[in-house]
């Protein structure tokens, strides 16, 4: 093989044994984890909003970030239940860039894979203590999700991977909700099976273990828009989009029917201030079709304290390093808006 093994990293269970949760911090994702699952298995008509940078960069812009979400989620605690975006790894097109604060725990020093692992699990574990929320993650490496398995309320399956096996396999014996996404070919298809697969049991190999999961029901579609043959980007939010997903789920056996919009990515093309329209317009069509708004469960958000983004090496602080958020105060206004525009 054509490459150096560096050294041999701790385990999970070690990285845990050396930084573990509070009793207290386990009792607060216990209810978040309960309150959250009602949305998802429909007991609540409460909407999700999985919210916030495109990647996290650094540990105290991000809690300066999540801070604030908190005093917002008091005010719409009756319609919204915020899970803060703390994406700690960073999936690349080619391979090259920034690739999450796993690897780069400071974007400005090379990869430490240690250090990262550390890092990430002590963001997560402080905006639980910090805050009281317990937030989302992409499961980029299906290996890593056992270091911070303890302190996530939401799990994504992103466009590149929800097609894997492992990826399924793992989300299928999970106990918290696992969003998967449609490819970036935008087929559908791909996506539904991806769900059929974390719904149903799995015999497989984990962490050079044989297990076997029971099957996961919170499992649900996310809709982030797709690219064409032509490289453009198209959308996939639209009244039409969601009557044909209600349909193509009527035609399944799938438990807890739902779906989150993205509404970056190829949604908005990028165009970071276009989710405040998106945000809107889906909730437009949630008022037009009782399905569509049973099936709507949310929306998933890139949103940071300054607007846009910047190179790994810019110096504005809170503001993005990968893809462009909306800035905190559309941020702010975007999310009383949701709560105002709830059916």
């Not at 969003?179 to 935008?186: A, E, I």
């Not at 789920?249 to 509404?263: E, F, R, S």
Request: proline letters at 5%.
């Amino acid at each position: 093989m054509n490459m150096n093994f560096k050294r041999k990293l701790p385990i999970p269970m070690e990285v845990k044994g050396m930084y573990p949760l509070s009793e207290e911090g386990a009792k607060i994702k216990a209810q978040n984890d309960a309150e959250i699952a009602k949305v998802f298995n429909g007991e609540s008509d409460k909407l999700v909003l999985v919210i916030g940078p495109c990647s996290a960069d650094r540990e105290d812009a991000v809690l300066d970030y999540i801070s604030r979400l908190r005093k917002v989620q008091e005010v719409v605690k009756d319609k919204i239940i915020i899970i803060p975006r703390i994406y700690t790894n960073k999936p690349r097109t080619t391979g090259d860039g920034y690739k999450g604060m796993l690897h780069q725990p400071d974007p400005n020093k090379d990869p430490d894979m240690l250090e990262g692992l550390i890092a990430i699990r002590k963001l997560h574990m402080k905006a639980i203590e910090q805050t009281g929320f317990t937030c989302a993650d992409e499961m980029l490496y299906p290996y890593n999700y056992r270091y911070i398995d303890d302190l996530l309320s939401y799990v994504a399956i992103g466009a590149r991977s929800v097609e894997n096996q492992e990826h399924r396999l793992t989300a299928s014996g999970l106990d918290i909700p696992v969003g998967m996404k449609n490819p970036t070919s935008g087929d559908i298809s791909v996506m539904m099976n991806s769900i059929t697969a974390g719904q149903h049991s799995h015999t497989f190999i984990y962490r050079g273990w044989e297990v076997e999961s029971k099957g996961n029901p919170l499992t649900h579609a996310i809709l982030r828009g797709y690219v064409n043959s032509h490289g453009q980007s198209l959308p996939n939010y639209h009244y039409e989009d969601l009557i044909n997903l209600c349909e193509t789920y009527a035609k399944t056996n799938l438990q807890n029917p739902g779906v989150i919009i993205d509404t970056n990515h190829a949604n908005s093309g990028k165009k970071w201030a276009e989710q405040v329209r998106i945000a809107k317009e889906v909730l437009h069509s949630t008022r037009h079709n009782e399905d569509v708004c049973k099936l709507v469960k949310g929306f998933m958000i890139e949103s940071y304290i300054e607007d846009g983004n910047q190179k790994p090496d810019g110096c504005v602080y809170g503001k993005s390093i990968t893809d462009p958020c909306l800035g905190w105060e559309k941020t702010e206004r975007l999310i009383l808006d949701i709560a105002d525009l709830r059916k």
